[in-house]
């Protein structure tokens, strides 16, 4: 029980933050509009960060992402029996995190016409639509998230410190490297908020891209066991 409250509630923090920078960013008439690329890559730093601080009481080490977890499953720190269980309650907590945010910008979806920029809140989608090359970006991107992540964990930090550290880093690499596809990087991230966009009733909204819909999964997945492996043998 510890287990699926911690990541449900620490996914659900952090898509409520993320996606809601996203939302607060480009809904229109929100007084954040047209904040920009580095709002949005702070908004989503701290929202691992305070995701992982508000999950650490359940003990479930906060991993809100399954990529994450299946790193940890590879390496043997995480039983592969518990693979299930987080990544079914960070797929939940991401849905219900979703649905928080369309509740919030209520009458902001309606002020709002292009149906991209509304997909956007909840998904990410390519700046180019080249299959490869956005497979590579997703792919790499949590490869250097997973590597990056086992090498900050080898570091002494002050207490209740490290989260904090994190929430850094994922902002260094959305400034970084995430223009490109959006850096799911997270394959919770990416489904579950864009399952909710294709449930909710909201007007206008298009389509959810279900055809893109697998790359940001597969390829986190991919790269964190690559990654995982790789530290491994580095270390």
């Not at 997945?221 to 580095?234: E, Y």
Request: charged residues 10%.
């Amino acid at each position: 029980m510890d287990i699926f409250l911690g990541e449900f509630i620490g996914t659900m923090v952090l898509i409520i933050l993320g996606a809601g920078v996203c939302a607060n960013v480009n809904l229109k008439k929100t007084f954040a509009n047209g904040g920009g690329w580095i709002v949005v890559a702070l908004g989503w730093g701290f929202a691992v960060a305070f995701g992982v601080y508000i999950s650490s009481f359940f003990g479930s080490g906060g991993h809100l992402n399954p990529a994450v977890t299946l790193a940890a499953a590879v390496s043997g720190s995480l039983a592969w029996s518990s693979v299930p269980l987080y990544i079914g309650s960070q797929l939940l907590g991401a849905i219900v995190g979703a649905v928080f945010v369309y509740i919030f910008f209520f009458p902001h979806w309606e002020e709002t016409e292009d149906p991209g920029t509304k997909l956007g809140v909840f998904a990410t989608s390519p700046a180019i639509k080249h299959t490869p090359a956005n497979f590579l970006s997703e792919m790499m991107g949590t490869m250097f998230l997973v590597f990056g992540l086992n090498a900050i964990g080898l570091n002494d930090f002050a207490n209740g410190l490290n989260p904090l550290i994190v929430g850094f880093f994922i902002t260094a690499i959305g400034l970084s490297l995430g223009g490109t596809t959006g850096y799911a990087i997270n394959p919770a991230r990416d489904l579950g908020p864009r399952i909710a966009h294709a449930i909710l009733p909201i007007r206008g909204k298009g389509g959810s891209d279900w055809g893109y819909s697998w790359i940001p999964v597969l390829a986190p997945l991919t790269g964190a066991v690559l990654a995982s492996l790789l530290f491994q043998l580095a270390f």
